[in-house]
């Protein structure tokens, strides 16, 4: 049993999905966590679940694209939690379509919600981290970021670009004793993928070694592994969660 007892943690998107997967997986595993997400309502009831647990939580309304939304959020779980010892970028959204046909409008949402939100997070809680000369920073990534998918430029780019955003920073921080790594999820089976044609998931699947698609469970032991202090020597890393899609 891993034990993260007496650690917070900001999950970002926690609200549904993969977010609350991991949100209830960290504080299972001891850690009081704050849950945030765009629609607050959502992350109200996980932060009751939370509690529910016996750990502290916190609900926390915030649009991780909007850098005075993000340091209102940063503000408020330093306000309640003190210390902030594990960031989980996980809120994402997607806006597929071939590139011919992508509005400008959806390469910006996507990269600005995926992508500029990893940096402005990552950016907010550094002096916290800094000054605790530790922390653990995780970004939900995809493994489209590291093969391309069709009809996700915006996408997978903006996934990419989280996995080179991860590198620099467990560069920049790892002598105050911070790591940062990525995961990269394969297809989860999520509301995300609900949204696949059959056709689509079919194709998927014939991709994927071990033949089914993933949990969010799965992810969320990725993620406490990373938090937790079996993962003190990994920094850097991405680690892909996804049936031996990507090898
Ligand atoms: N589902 C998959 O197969 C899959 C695969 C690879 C990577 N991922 C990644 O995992 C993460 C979670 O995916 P999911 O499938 O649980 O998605 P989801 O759509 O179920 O959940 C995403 C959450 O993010 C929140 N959110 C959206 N925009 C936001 C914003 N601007 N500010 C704050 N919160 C916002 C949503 O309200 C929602 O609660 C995403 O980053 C996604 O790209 C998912």
Known sequence: MIDIANKSALVTGGGRGIGRDIALKLAK????????????????KVASEIEALGRRSLPIKADVSNSDSVTEMVTAFTEKFEKIDVLVNNAGITRDGLIMRM????????????????FLCC???SRTMMK?????????????????NIGQANY????????G???????????????V???????????????????????????????????????????LYLASP?????????????GGLVM
């Open 230 to 242: 079996l993962a003190d020597y990994v920094t850097g890393q991405v680690l892909t969660i996804d």
């Open 156 to 163: 997978s780019a903006s996934k990419a670009g989280m996995i």
């Open 132 to 148: 605790a000369r530790e922390g653990v920073i995780i970004n939900i990534a995809s493994v489209v970021g590291l093969m391309g």
């Open 29 to 44: 595993a001891g850690a009081d966590v704050a849950v945030s997400d765009i629609d607050l309502e959502t992350a109200q």
């Open 103 to 118: 509005k400008e409008e959806d390469w910006d949402a996507v990269l600005n919600v995926n992508l500029k939100s990893c």
């Open 181 to 223: 790594n990525a995961v990269a999820p394969g297809f989860i089976q999520s509301a995300m993928t609900d949204k696949l044609s059959d056709q689509d998931r079919e194709r998927f699947l014939a991709g994927i070694p071990l033949g089914r698609l993933g949990t969010a469970d799965a992810i969320a032991n990725g993620v």
């Open 165 to 179: 955003l991860t590198k620099t920073l467990a560069r920049e921080f790892a002598s105050r004793g911070i790591r």
């Open 123 to 125: 950016k907010a809680v």
